[in-house]
Every structure is written in C-alpha cells, then in structure tokens.
C-alpha cells in the first residue's frame, strides 16, 4: 500500500501556478497598449508633418504668368490701364482703412449701427477698397493679384501692377479718397510709430480737429439715437482729443480691436489632443489592468477549489 505525503498549501498552491509568475496575458495586453501608444504618436507626428506640408505648398512661389483664362484676350480688359493720373495716395489710404477697422469699427459693431454711405469713413468711399480686397498674401516675399495670378516679392510691386494694370477697375466718377481723412484718423502716428515726432504745428492741428469733429456730425449725428450719440462721444474721445499741441491726449485712448495669433491657437489645439491621446491611453491602461487583475482572481479562486488527487 502506497503512502500518500500532503503537502503543504502554500506549496500546493505554488505547484498549481508554475505559469501565472509570467502572467502571458499581461504582457499581451501590454504589449497592444503600447503598440496603441506608438500609433497615436505616428498619427500626431504625421499630422505637423501634413500640416508643415501645406504650409510649405501654400508659400511656394507661383509663375508670374496668368492662369484659369483659355482665351488670351480674356483678360484684356483688366490689363490695359488709362494714361489719366489718380490724384490719392494709397498707402495713406490703406493707413485710414487699418485705422477704421481697429479702432472704430469694433466698437460700430458692438453698437449695431450701420453707418452711412454719406458718411466719408463708409468701405464704399475708399477708392482701392476692390484692389485691396483682390491681393493675396502667402508669405513674407508673397504676394498674389487675384485679377490674373500673378505673383510678386513686395507689396509696393503689386501697387504699382495695380496702378499700371488694372487702374482702369477704379470707380472715378464720385471723386472719393479714403486718404483724405487721414489728418484727422492720425495716418502718421500709425504710418510713423517709430520715428521721432516732428514739431506741432497749431494751424495743422486745428485743421485737423475741425475735420475730426466734422466727421464726428456726420458719421454719427446725435438726433439718430442712443447709439449714434454714444458712437459721436466715443469718436470724439477716441480721434478728436488728441488733436492738440499740448500733449494731453493720446491717439486711440479708448482701445482697439483683440488680435488672435494663430501660433498660439495652433499650439493650444496640438497640446489638447495629446492631452486626449495621452489620458485615452492612462485610461485604456488602467481597463486593461482592471481587466488583467479580474482574470488571475478567477484563476486563483478556480485552483483554489481544486483538491490533489
């Protein structure tokens, strides 16, 4: 008759679970987190990358030649300009326009008052408003003609591509200048704003503060309402009190329009999503882990139940 010795139960236990000190599933499931991780990484890498590539394909210079016309006389009509001289600066122009949306405009629009056509600070009084709104801006040394395509390294160039191409576009008939009202809108403190300041003249300035004041009645008279008095104070303020020699008001007190840099943007958006993908995996990790922890409970419990032959 044969003896049978019993072992103890922790060695018992420990001659049933020779495999579970490897723990095969554990180190599957880890092994998918992370090749889950890897590809999450690829696919952030991959997208800067994508993001880098249009970037690049949208800077990439263009042939000065024209494009999306068949016929070669098609676009004739915008290239022949008139030999008649246009007697209104449009880089002064262009100083009164930046001048109107950020310094006035937000505050027109937080009015909800439509200003009108009468009134010279209206967009359909700027004579290069249609020529303005017609250039494309890629890059530093870019710049696009959106009347045939062409291509040029400096926005002078395509002033001049302008003037001698497409004057012919621009509306003469009602004698308008944005640039007019440069005096009073403070052109050469935005166009000047790191040179040193020229001596104050007091005939110039009082000219300048009647034009101010003048735009003031016209643009926003106080017999239209709440608002338009609010908007007549508010330029008043905002342009007229810096017209004096004594040095006792600054241009633009009042504020202008918030910028929003698309760096910053950009970056904000690319930190959000690694932040998902990184708490995705904490969370996939920690399942996978709940799920390990379940299976070797299971396991335990099962060989616990068992009892040696």
Known sequence: MHRVFWAPHSQRQRKHFPSLFFFPKKKKSCRRLKKMWVWS???????????????????SPT???????KDPNAGRNLQQGDNHQIHCSRER?????KII????????????????????????NDLYRDQEQHKFHFDINEWRCEYCRKSFYEEKHLDKHFDSRHSNLLNLTHGRCLADVC??????????????????NPAAVAKNKHMCESLADSCFPINEGPAASRLHDFFLRQFCDAHSCTGSGKPFSRGRRKKTNVFYLFASILLLLLL??????????????????????????????????
């Open 41 to 59: 990484y690829r696919l952030v890498v991959f997208s800067i990358l994508c993001c880098l590539c249009l970037r690049v394909s949208s800077t």
């Open 63 to 69: 042939p000065h030649t024209d494009h999306g016309s």
């Open 93 to 97: 122009s262009r100083a009164a326009w």
């Open 101 to 124: 949306q950020e310094y006035l405009m937000p505050f027109v629009e937080k009015e909800k008052y439509n200003i009108s056509r009468r009134c010279k600070l209206h967009p359909d």
């Open 183 to 200: 005096g009073a809108l403070h052109c050469d403190h935005e166009i000047n704003s790191g040179s040193k300041k020229s001596k104050c």
């Open 276 to 309: 998902l993908l990184y708490y995705l995996y904490i969370y996939l990790y920690q399942r996978g882990m709940k799920r390990e922890t379940q299976v070797l409970k299971r396991i335990s419990q099962a060989s616990r139940k068992k009892k040696p032959s």
